[in-house]
């Protein structure tokens, strides 16, 4: 079978979520959603467009829909703020651009964007991340606007509890986005507003190239959702990367195997994979993980439950 001629797959975090968990209704929501971030993304791509583009689309999409972690709809921290995080990547030259800490963007995967393309550096943080976002004129908004009473509840319910570092149980609602283009280009992006009740300026593993985010036209591209601390322990993305360009390892496989070597270091989660022929491919250690992809061959699949791997 000829391959597509460009790809595109996106998640919208991996967690404890089930058929008996989410009502059908929810489900319907969670669905429309991954769709609609899923035609933003493609419609780049069916235009001849960049796969850069294509992922930054389809990520601020997610980014402002209050259904997940990322942008509007952010977790809290155990303080009661919220602090984006996001990265993404060029598999064409390796050029990359990141941020954390950032509390007033709307879109955190465009301030990333430009720090890659208009900054010397690949990484930004807090308060200097937000004099670069206004330099470059990325949209701001007050940060009641990303507040959404379910988190709000899922804080209150955290706090609760007591005794825990941070809320690690329940779902990882980072959102990512991988494509490959027409012309034969990777790009990566993710966007995450980490886990409920963090403290101490926390990051995770999104915004860290490598480990959350990772594109090389070389080998693959992935975006990863998770126990943050293991992943950037593993090195998840730049490992299944790796595998593949080394070792000639299939994209399934890859994934497989590095999630593999999460769990047995005690965590979960899930990525999202591309591979330099166009080729798709998730897998995941948790119930579920909300998922999208399409091509130009025709293909377009929508899931948030099982099976835990699909090439």
Same mark, same amino acid.
């Given at each position: ?5 460009? $790809? #595109? ?22 669905? !429309?959603? %991954? ?16 796969? *850069? ?7 601020? !999409?997610?980014?402002?829909?209050? %259904? ?24 064409? @030259?390796?050029? +990359? ?9 709307? &879109?955190?995967?465009? #301030? ?5 393309? &208009? ?28 507040? @959404? ?41 993710? $966007?995450?507003?980490? #886990? @409920? ?44 990367? +790796? ?11 890859? !994934?497989?195997?590095? *999630? ?9 989660? /899930?990525?999202?994979?591309? +591979?330099?022929? /166009? ?29 835990? $791997?699909?090439?």
């Amino acid at each position: 079978m000829a391959a597509p001629q460009w $790809s #595109l797959a996106i998640h919208g975090g991996a967690g404890a979520m089930t058929p008996e968990t989410l009502t059908p209704e929810e489900q319907a929501r969670y669905e !429309a959603a %991954l769709g609609l971030a899923l035609d933003a993304g493609t419609r780049v791509l069916a235009e001849g467009g960049l796969a *850069l583009d294509a992922v930054e689309a389809a990520v601020t !999409a997610l980014e402002d829909d209050p %259904l997940f972690n990322a942008g509007r709809g952010a977790v809290f921290t155990y303080a009661g703020a919220i602090e984006h995080d996001a990265a993404i990547m060029d598999g064409s @030259t390796r050029d +990359a651009g990141a941020i954390a800490g950032v509390g007033q963007v709307r &879109h955190p995967v465009r #301030l990333a964007r430009a720090v890659m393309e &208009h900054s010397p550096h690949v990484f930004l943080a807090g308060q200097g991340a937000e004099e670069f976002a206004a330099e470059q004129d990325i949209a701001a908004v007050d940060p009641a606007w990303f507040a @959404t009473p379910e988190r709000r509840r899922q804080l209150e319910e955290f706090k609760a509890r007591k005794g825990a570092w941070f809320d690690s149980d329940i779902k990882y609602g980072t959102v990512g986005a991988v494509a490959r283009d027409s012309h034969g280009n990777l790009a990566a992006a993710t $966007s995450t507003g980490g #886990l @409920t009740g963090k403290r101490w300026n926390r990051i995770g593993d999104s915004p860290v190239i490598g480990a959350g985010t990772y594109a090389d036209n070389r080998s693959g591209a992935v975006s990863a959702t998770g126990a943050g601390e293991l992943f950037i322990r593993v090195g998840v993305a730049h490992e299944i990367c +790796a595998r593949m360009r080394l070792t000639g390892a299939g994209l399934q496989d890859a !994934a497989d195997a590095v *999630l593999a070597e999460v769990a047995a270091l005690g965590g979960k989660g /899930g990525v999202i994979v591309a +591979a330099p022929d /166009g080729a798709t491919a998730f897998a995941f250690t948790t119930p579920g993980m909300h998922r999208a992809r399409a091509d130009g061959a025709g293909l377009r699949e929508i899931a948030i439950f099982g099976p835990r $791997s699909g090439a």
